[in-house]
């Protein structure tokens, strides 16, 4: 069982990335996935997640219109579309999926900064 994120690195205020999570070694479809970050010094956060039946999404408060998630689980894929950067959008971002209450994976994160 795998994840793996791509798709980080340094980016000027305003800008955009796009994250990618690949899955591996599970069927991608009963999970609910979502992403997480952890800037330096502070707690690990929930940034936004997608059901695994209905495709509901979830934004956290400081990122609600700047950020968009959606999965293709054909391709075992989530992705994290990040418009507007802002410096506070700087950490590391995890991939996550879970089927409770056995199943909880994590990736090994992906380094997103942002420049003012």
């Known amino acids: 069982v795998q994840l793996v994120e791509s798709g980080g690195g340094l980016v000027q205020s305003g800008g955009s990335l796009r994250l990618s999570c690949t899955a591996s070694?599970?069927?991608?479809?009963?999970?609910?996935v979502g992403w997480f970050r952890q800037a330096p010094g502070k707690e690990r956060e929930g940034v936004s997640c997608?059901?695994?039946?209905?495709?509901?999404?979830y934004y956290a408060d400081s990122v609600k219109g700047r950020f968009a998630i959606s999965r293709d689980d054909v391709q075992k894929m989530v992705y994290l579309q990040m418009d507007s950067l802002k410096p506070e959008d700087t950490a590391v971002y995890y991939c996550?999926?879970?089927?409770?209450?056995?199943?909880?994976?994590w990736g090994q994160g992906t380094l997103v900064t942002v420049s003012s």
């Open positions: 996550h999926a879970d089927s409770p209450p056995e199943y909880d994976y």
């Open positions: 070694g599970f069927t991608l479809q009963h999970y609910a």
């Open positions: 997608i059901s695994s039946r209905d495709a509901i999404t």
